[in-house]
């Protein structure tokens, strides 16, 4: 059991949960891809938050997954986006024209992070181009995935609605802590000193 200075009392979804969730959607995709003759994808992984959900769920897909990072930072410290999304590849995106592209994420919230990666995406003649989100928040979201019927059902794969609450572990932060909580939890006001 960790200690930490600040409050994350409440959990939301636990390891065995999450673990459960993270195999499935792991094993409908491999299911997907491989329905359409698909053996290898480029699952490109968000960063910082998706490090821990990627981590799992490629080691479950059964078709091969060759793994880049790319960061998309927008909140600094706080708990709501400071700034519009920018992005930095860590890698040569020359690469990518003609493959399959997988974004790994760890939620959604707003959409703006998914919709200006994916719009600066679509630029590279890819072959195909889909979603998994381990969460979803349930806030109103105009365009990028309400909006597009189309999106939804072909491109988007999440793993939990969850509520409009800030949350953290299992790679999500808040100022840079929390990432190593082995489960999902929501974030809490300051309190003095509580163990979780
Ligand atoms: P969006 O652009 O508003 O959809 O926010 C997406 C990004 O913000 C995610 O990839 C996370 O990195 C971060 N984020 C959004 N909500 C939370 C949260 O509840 N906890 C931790 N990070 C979050
Ligand atoms: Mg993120």
């Given at each position: 059991m960790k200690t930490?200075?600040?409050?994350?009392?409440?959990?939301?979804?636990?390891?065995?949960v999450i673990e459960k969730r993270v195999a499935?959607?792991?094993?409908?995709?491999?299911?997907?891809?491989?329905?359409?003759?698909?053996?290898?994808?480029?699952?490109?992984?968000?960063?910082?938050g998706a490090f821990v959900f990627a981590a799992d769920f490629i080691r479950q897909m059964t078709i091969s997954?060759?793994?880049?990072?790319?960061?998309?930072?927008?909140?600094?410290?706080?708990?709501?986006p400071q700034h519009t999304p920018s992005i930095q590849y860590?890698?040569?995106?020359?690469?990518?024209?003609?493959k399959h592209v997988l974004i790994i994420e760890d939620i959604i919230d707003s959409g703006n992070t998914l919709h200006v990666l994916m719009a600066d995406l679509f630029n590279l003649s890819l072959a195909s181009l889909k979603v998994c989100a381990l969460?979803?928040?349930?806030?109103?979201?105009?365009?990028?995935?309400?909006?597009?019927?189309?999106?939804?059902?072909?491109c988007y794969y999440m793993g939990f609605r969850i509520p409009d609450k800030f949350v953290v572990g299992y790679g999500l932060d808040h100022a840079g802590l929390y990432r190593d909580l082995p489960d999902i939890r929501v974030l809490e006001e300051e309190k003095n000193g509580d163990q979780v």
């Open positions: 930490f200075q600040t409050k994350t009392s409440q959990q939301l979804l636990s390891e065995g499935e959607l792991a094993a409908t995709l491999s299911r997907e891809y491989v329905k359409t003759g698909v053996t290898e994808v480029v699952a490109l992984v968000v960063l910082k997954c060759r793994v880049e990072f790319v960061k998309v930072s927008s909140y600094e410290d706080a708990t709501s860590l890698f040569d995106t020359s690469t990518l024209p003609g969460l979803d928040k349930e806030v109103f979201r105009e365009g990028i995935l309400e909006g597009y019927r189309w999106f939804a059902n072909n």
